[in-house]
């Protein structure tokens, strides 16, 4: 398969992941949410940061994922974002300009249901299984984030990262939804995928 | 043979959901935007256009709007991963004759185009 259809391939994957995703964000707020076309990349892994291009401090909800595939989701939102899904979900809650533990509880709970979302569809159309781990939230600035993050993938020289960015309609926010894995990972699921076309 | 344009900016998609509607014997069209979607309808006038939502430039929904406009009886199934609840009613509103989850499977896929097509 053809480099160009392979990216389109995994884009495709994020698309119909990010689909779910939304469906699920859509359910839990009452609001519409709007998907806007992936960005994907193969690049060096410390050149992760740069790419993603995710304004300075946020929320990050991660997943470690492993199986048929090993690989990492991610939510972000930026600190100003979070505070806005939180206030539209819960009317009644007084929220201070940080975010507190009860927040971040529910920020990782949240994205605990998002991101499994978004993996259940890449694991049905790969036709495999996939573990998710247990959903860790950080507070951090990008740079920061993905600087201690590739100390998990220290022993690639290429990732292959794709960002779906959501928007949550009335409240104003925005989420990016973000898968990273391995070269090695990637191609997995690429065989996979060769099969069905 | 019925002819089925399929709207997809995703040659993966396009290449998917071309192999299985072939399986059910129908001539596919293909069309990778909404633009040219529209310019294959008006020369080939397909029994039914199965297409996406989320592309880049005219978008899955706009195309449909300006489709239904040339054409009212144009026949449009909408198969998108976004599958929100105000999706689907903006695309009944329109007009749309079916929405499709993707993925989708072969004997989804073959009752919604033989309800709406008739065999091959």
Known sequence: MEKELKL?????????????????????????????????????AAEISSSA??????????????GSVNGMALLYQSAEDSRKLLRSLFDDLILEDSIDNASTASLREIGNIILSAYVSA???????????????????????????????????????????????EESDASAYLLLLLSFQDFELIISQLEKKI | ????????????????????????????????????????YQEEKPD???????????????????LLKLDSSAKIVILSSDKQKFRKEEAKKLGVVEFLPKPTDEERLAAVLSSHTGEP
């Open chain 1, 8 to 44: 389109d391939t995994l884009k495709e994957i994020a698309n119909i992941g990010a689909g779910e995703a939304a469906d699920i964000l859509s359910k839990i707020t009452g609001k519409k949410i709007k998907i806007e076309v992936p960005e994907l990349w193969s690049i060096k």
């Open chain 1, 53 to 66: 291009e995710l304004s300075s401090f946020g929320a990050f909800i991660s997943q470690q994922f492993q």
């Open chain 1, 122 to 168: 890449i694991s049905n159309m790969t036709e495999g299984k996939i573990t998710l781990g247990i959903p860790e939230v950080v507070l951090e600035t990008s740079e920061v984030y993905f600087k201690n993050v590739l100390k998990d993938f220290n022993d690639m020289e290429i990732v292959v990262a794709i960002k779906n960015k959501i928007n949550i």
């Open chain 2, 1 to 40: 043979l019925k002819k089925i344009l399929i709207v997809d900016d995703s040659i993966f998609s396009r290449q998917f959901h071309k192999k299985l509607v072939s399986k059910l014997g129908y001539e596919v069209l293909e069309a990778a935007d909404g633009e040219a979607a529209i310019a294959i």
């Open chain 2, 48 to 66: 039914l256009i199965i297409t996406d939502l989320l592309m880049p430039g005219l978008d899955g929904m706009e195309m449909i709007g300006k």
